[in-house]
């Protein structure tokens, strides 16, 4: 009876994906999105356990977080909670705050919160995550200490209205030859807890190559999207070191940095 058996199949099929009653064209695994990440660090508080994953370990640079929120008096994994972080780096007589976002619209996504911590400095940093657990209605907060790694991804520069400023390199993560997606971030420092995002900058992007006094065509400035995050294209014509300089405005000329990449 192979025609029953194909329509049997089709029926289960149809019935199975009928089940998915979200709108996401995704097939629905039951991948755990956490298995490719690193574990950061986790603690437990008022029945609720608290886990922080990373797609690798912290380095300073724009560094997307994952938080998982679990019940501990029945094991399960908390979806409607809410979740609000705080990073913070103790060097003695003064500590500092860094860029970060909390997560979008409040909600997990896949069981996790998806946060993002731009780290300014290498060293110890302590990220204070701050949770409301809509299960069992409790509240409280937890601390996890880890050691953020060196990069050159950020850099900082006074601006000309005299407050010190962050500019992040998100991409090219992994350059190439060719046209490759752009995108930094740009905060400043308000106080040492505040560093809000700079939404309304004009930027001007212009890479070269200073050893051999060319540049490239076919670039796009970066423009804001949102949060702070400004996207565009850079041309790398050919491998071999270069620079990409930076020049923001906000009406009146504010900054100018660079940043140093290696295509190979
Ligand atoms: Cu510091």
């Known amino acids: 009876m192979p025609h029953l058996r194909i329509f049997t199949l089709l029926l289960a099929a149809m019935l199975a994906f009928s089940g998915c009653s979200d709108n996401s064209t995704e097939p629905q695994t039951t991948d755990d999105p956490t298995e490719s990440m ?3 660090g986790e603690d437990s508080a008022q029945n609720t356990r608290i886990s922080v994953y990373a797609p690798e370990q912290p380095a300073v640079g724009y560094n997307r977080i994952y938080v998982r929120m679990t019940n501990t008096t029945n094991n399960t994994v908390v979806n409607n909670g809410s979740i609000a972080i705080t990073p913070m780096m103790n060097m003695g007589q003064m500590q500092h705050s860094a860029p970060f976002e909390d997560p979008a619209g409040g909600a997990a996504v896949d069981g996790l ?8 400095m290498a060293g110890m940093w302590e990220l204070h995550v701050n949770f409301q657990n809509q299960a069992n209605n409790d509240a409280g907060e937890i601390m996890l200490n880890f050691d953020v790694a060196p990069s050159s991804m950020v850099k900082s520069a006074t601006g000309a209205d005299a407050r010190l400023y962050f500019v992040t390199l998100l991409q090219p993560a992994v350059p190439t030859v060719g046209l490759n997606d752009f995108e930094i971030t740009v905060h400043y ?5 505040a560093f809000p995002a700079i939404t309304d900058a004009a930027v001007e992007m212009t890479p070269s190559m200073p050893s051999m006094g060319h540049g490239s065509p076919n670039n796009v400035n970066p423009v804001h999207g949102e949060m702070g995050h400004y996207r565009g294209k850079v041309n790398f014509t ?3 070191d270069w620079r990409i300089d930076l020049n923001l405005s906000r009406g009146d000329s504010l900054l100018t940095t660079s940043f140093d990449i ?3």
Do not use: D
Request: net charge neutral; hydrophobic share 45%; aromatic share 10%.
């Open 38 to 40: 690193v574990l950061i």
């Open 113 to 120: 919160y998806p946060c993002a911590v731009n780290f300014i």
């Open 189 to 193: 420092r308000e106080n040492m807890n």
């Open 238 to 240: 050919m491998s071999g």
């Open 262 to 264: 290696n295509v190979p």
